[in-house]
Nanobody, 124 residues
């Protein structure tokens, strides 16, 4: 069992930065890949980024590539999402999720555990 808690969301102006954290409980967290997804009002939840259990592999949605960086510290049971050059279209609730490495990394159904989400609002 893995429990995930996101933090770090807030209100920021366009062009600004935020760093989201995903803190996990559970001794086996380091064996899970972790993804970040986001959901804007009236839209489906979409893939943002994913990092392998070791941190050696990362994937990004085209919309955030070059602006967002995912990283993890297994000693702290925490995964981060550094978001730079934020745009109003990045406004959404951001969720982290844990996956044992099965299934496509970009689909929500591949993930076993989810956090409650943190709101990110980017003003123009």
């Amino acid at each position: 069992q893995v429990q995930l808690v996101e933090s770090g969301g807030g209100l920021v102006q366009a062009g600004g930065s935020l760093r989201l954290s995903c803190a996990a409980s559970g001794r086996t967290f380091s064996s899970y890949a972790v993804g970040w997804f986001r959901q804007a009002p009236g839209k489906e939840r979409e893939f943002v980024a994913r990092i392998s259990w070791s941190g050696g592999s990362t994937y990004y949605a085209d919309s955030v590539k070059g602006r967002f960086t995912i990283s993890r510290d297994n000693a702290k049971n925490t995964v981060y999402l550094q978001m730079n050059s934020l745009k109003p279209e990045d406004t959404a609730v951001y969720y982290c999720a844990a996956n044992r490495g099965r299934g496509p990394y970009y689909t929500t159904t591949s993930y076993d555990y989810w956090g409650q989400g943190t709101q990110v609002t980017v003003s123009s």
